[in-house]
């Protein structure tokens, strides 16, 4: 991976967590957020088991979301290095004219 792959790579892992984080401030206390998996109460454990599903499949997708960006970059910059530019210059005083 380049050094722009691993830009856009910790850009978009930088956006998941700190999305997820939000998530978590806010509506951690549904599922004992701060708490040891032994001290929560029945509700709290079935949010804990709803928002670990939810925080897997944002990240799986978040993930996935990332490897297309970085081919989406590579076939742009195989496409721009197929390209080659020649240019012929005429000089006039060469010609004559």
Known sequence: MDDQQDMLSKR???????ALFQFEEAFGYLWGFDKDDEDLTESEHNFRLKWEDVRYRILNNGNNQLRSAIKDLEQIKSRKDHYHYNYRFNNRSERGQ
């Open 12 to 18: 978009f892992q930088t956006t998941m967590i700190g």
